[in-house]
């Protein structure tokens, strides 16, 4: 009966008491451990680390996640080792059309932060016009929703000249707008 009794405490594994990340170069800890935190006190079984390795996935810029158990009397402290991937990316852009040359710059970071939040801010310019963007975004979670501001402003300089290439109509256009959303 004794050893009935060791069989079966063996098959269940000790509760989950931390998960700690190694490798995070740009994110915050404490962004992944609200993520990872309803598995503490659950068993350290297969079958968690695998729901915790899935739910690093999901975040979208983890890659070689590789989960170690370290077990001691008091529970399993997982050792979460992980890289992060490019997040901040510049998109520089350039073009010509009827001999007329156009460039700019946009900035995109999709962990700007190291916070899981979204940024862009960029803008183009040519002989005639230029303009700009910003945004800022912060993705819904748990039973909170996501923000997302955006701006942008601009000018436009155009020219109609008749058949004779004299002016006919000379214009600046100015224009900006602004917006707030909530996404869930």
Same mark, same amino acid.
């Given at each position: 009966?004794?050893?009935?009794? *060791?069989?079966?405490?063996? =098959?269940? @594994? /000790?509760?989950?008491?931390? $998960?700690? &990340?190694?490798? %995070? ?14 598995f503490i006190g659950k ?29 001691? *009397?008091?529970?399993?402290? =997982?050792? @979460? /080792?992980?890289?992060?991937? $490019?997040? &901040?990316?510049? %998109? ?65 300089? %155009? ?26």
């Amino acid at each position: 009966m004794i050893l009935n009794f *060791a069989a079966s405490t063996a =098959i269940f @594994a /000790s509760p989950v008491k931390s $998960i700690k &990340f190694e490798g %995070l170069k740009k994110t915050k800890d404490f962004v992944l451990q609200k993520d990872v935190e309803k598995f503490i006190g659950k068993e350290a079984d297969e079958e968690t680390l695998h729901e915790i390795e899935t739910v690093l996935q999901k975040e979208g810029f983890l890659t070689d996640i590789q989960l170690s158990q370290n077990e001691s *009397a008091d529970g399993v402290e =997982i050792t @979460a /080792s992980v890289k992060e991937k $490019i997040t &901040f990316i510049p %998109l520089p852009i350039f073009s010509v059309s009827d001999g007329k040359a156009m460039g700019g710059l946009f900035i995109l970071d999709t962990n700007a932060f190291g916070l899981k939040h979204n940024f862009v801010i960029g803008g183009y310019a040519s002989s005639s016009e230029y303009s700009g963007i910003l945004m800022y975004g912060r993705p819904p979670h748990d039973y909170f929703p996501g923000i997302t501001f955006f701006a942008s402003a601009g000018k436009r300089n %155009l020219e109609f000249v008749d058949t004779d290439d004299e002016d006919c109509i000379d214009f600046d256009m100015k224009s900006g707008s602004a917006g707030l959303a909530l996404t869930e």
